[in-house]
């Protein structure tokens, strides 16, 4: 009889899809010019459960064989862009560490 044991590894954070939105970080892309109007429009919101979540544009394909040796992304991660002034304006919002 063959067993196949998997392991399986505990991440250590681990995104949860129940946290619901609370309130934008920073000013809307519209506020900071980078929309024409309110549809795909770049964003940064705080979760109920303290996290962060980023709506950006989906650049996985294009920077996965650019990306630093020490920068993973794995099979469930996608890397988004924003504009640089959407963060720069959400600076007010985030708490120092």
Not at 12 to 28: N, T
Not at 43 to 60: C, E, Y
Not at 84 to 92: E, F, Q, Y
Request: with cysteine; glycine share 6%; charged share 25%.
């Amino acid at each position: 009889m063959l067993w196949i044991l998997e392991a399986v590894v505990a991440r250590a954070w681990e995104a949860d899809p129940s946290a619901l939105f609370v309130k934008r970080l920073g000013k809307s892309a519209a506020e900071l010019g980078n929309s024409k109007d309110d549809d795909e429009c770049p964003d940064i919101w705080q979760l109920s459960n303290g996290d962060v979540a980023v709506i950006g544009r989906d650049l996985t394909a294009h920077y996965r064989s650019r990306l630093p040796s020490e920068v993973n992304l794995g099979p469930d991660e996608a890397l988004v862009v924003i504009p640089g002034n959407m963060l720069s304006a959400a600076k007010v919002d985030i708490p120092d560490a």
